[in-house]
């Protein structure tokens, strides 16, 4: 009889990973935009001086590194309480100067949980359209996705705010 549960239990655990599996390979998205009246250089200076993330950014607490390929950031979020929330140290998979800038960053393994962030900045007849987009994929991904999907929205719009107030403060508009 124990043999039989065990052999049960086995199968369940085997399945249930094997959802979570299948399920966080398909990749997540969250999209936010917002339109800033200034030159597409000043946003791109602004987004890849990380060192002053925390002077201007809601959400960041401290922020370091090198825009470059490959390169590793430092990260550390800001906590609903403003103290330090969590720290993460993603790396740049991709760098189109001075358009677009992706990075990744993974919960103890990929398989398990990864978060990449995206921008991009278009040209437009008044300025710049920024896309701010996270992407989330990995194991763990869909017992997580109804809390993501929550608060990262709001988080990324007030980043992109504030990015905005300080690119149009600093280009004159």
Same mark, same amino acid.
């Given at each position: 009889?124990?043999?039989?549960?065990? @052999?049960?239990? $086995?199968?369940?655990?085997?399945?249930s990973?094997?959802i %979570?599996w299948?399920?966080?390979?398909?990749?997540?998205?969250?999209?936010?935009?917002i339109?800033?009246?200034?030159?597409?250089?000043?946003? @791109? $200076? *602004?987004?890849?001086?990380? =060192?002053? @993330?925390?002077?201007? $950014?809601?959400? *960041?607490?401290?922020?370091?590194?090198?825009? $470059?390929?490959?390169?590793?950031?430092?990260?550390?979020?800001?906590? =609903? =309480?403003?103290? =330090?929330?969590?720290?993460?140290?993603?790396?740049?998979?991709?760098?189109?100067?001075?358009?677009?800038?992706?990075?990744?960053?993974?919960?103890m393994?990929?398989? %398990?949980?990864? #978060?990449?962030?995206?921008?991009?900045?278009?040209?437009?007849?008044s300025?710049?359209?920024?896309? /701010?987009?996270?992407?989330? &994929?990995?194991?763990?991904?869909?017992?997580? @996705?109804? /809390?993501?999907?929550?608060?990262?929205?709001?988080?990324?719009?007030?980043? #992109?705010?504030?990015?905005k107030?300080?690119?149009?403060? &600093?280009s004159?508009?």
């Amino acid at each position: 009889m124990m043999k039989k549960l065990i @052999w049960i239990i $086995s199968i369940l655990i085997l399945t249930s990973c094997l959802i %979570l599996w299948t399920q966080g390979n398909n990749m997540r998205e969250i999209r936010t935009e917002i339109e800033i009246n200034a030159p597409p250089t000043t946003v @791109w $200076s *602004i987004l890849i001086d990380f =060192d002053t @993330w925390k002077e201007w $950014s809601p959400i *960041i607490n401290q922020a370091s590194g090198v825009a $470059s390929l490959g390169s590793e950031l430092n990260i550390t979020m800001r906590g =609903d =309480d403003g103290k =330090d929330g969590p720290k993460y140290m993603p790396i740049i998979t991709n760098f189109e100067e001075p358009k677009f800038f992706r990075w990744r960053g993974k919960m103890m393994a990929e398989f %398990l949980f990864t #978060n990449d962030k995206v921008f991009e900045l278009e040209e437009t007849g008044s300025g710049t359209r920024l896309i /701010h987009k996270e992407l989330f &994929s990995g194991m763990l991904m869909p017992l997580f @996705w109804s /809390h993501l999907n929550k608060g990262v929205p709001s988080m990324l719009q007030s980043m #992109n705010e504030a990015l905005k107030i300080k690119a149009e403060k &600093s280009s004159g508009s």
